[in-house]
């Protein structure tokens, strides 16, 4: 059950965004609170940045 818990924001989140968010809670569980901040910093540029950029780039290029 324990490796389970550990598992599940790889399973229930994605390929990608799963890691960081598990980055994120195993970091601040164990005192890391900087390196937590880091994986919080890159989900937030995959989520948010990524799709903002590649809109932004794709109309530039039909215009």
């Known amino acids: ?3 389970m ?3 599940a924001p ?3 989140l ?3 965004s799963g890691p ?3 980055g994120i809670v195993f970091n601040l569980r164990g005192g890391r ?3 937590a901040l880091l994986y919080a910093l890159a989900l937030a540029e995959f989520v948010f940045l990524l799709p903002v950029v590649t809109a932004r ?3 530039h290029v039909l215009s």
Do not use: I, N, Q
Request: positive net charge.
């Open 33 to 35: 609170p900087v390196l």
């Open 20 to 22: 960081l968010t598990a």
């Open 1 to 3: 059950m324990s490796r």
């Open 10 to 12: 790889f399973f229930l």
């Open 5 to 7: 818990k550990r598992l």
């Open 14 to 16: 994605g390929p990608v």
């Open 57 to 59: 780039l794709g109309l």
